[in-house]
């Protein structure tokens, strides 16, 4: 399954992880996505994630695109849902 990336505005890229991608807009189904900033001085910093699963896919193949891309340090926002009010 590859990982694709895809260039934004600000240094930033849209990246999906799933088994029949070929680019960011398509609607097929994937495990992860999210946003690499680029926050200066070999920062990465990745948010928006969400997918079907707890763990990050493919890990160390998204590692290597980030250094390859020139990134040094990467940060992930995480997200915490809580339910703040029982129905």
Known sequence: MPWILEKLEHPAWAA???PELRDTTR???YAL???IEDRGDGV???SN???NSGRIPAREEL???LIDLG???VRWIRLIDEELQKK
């Open 63 to 65: 590692r290597g695109m």
């Open 71 to 73: 990134f040094s340090r």
């Open 16 to 18: 999906k992880y799933g």
């Open 44 to 46: 990465a910093l990745v």
């Open 49 to 51: 994630a969400a997918g």
């Open 33 to 35: 996505s999210c946003v």
């Open 27 to 29: 609607y097929d189904p």
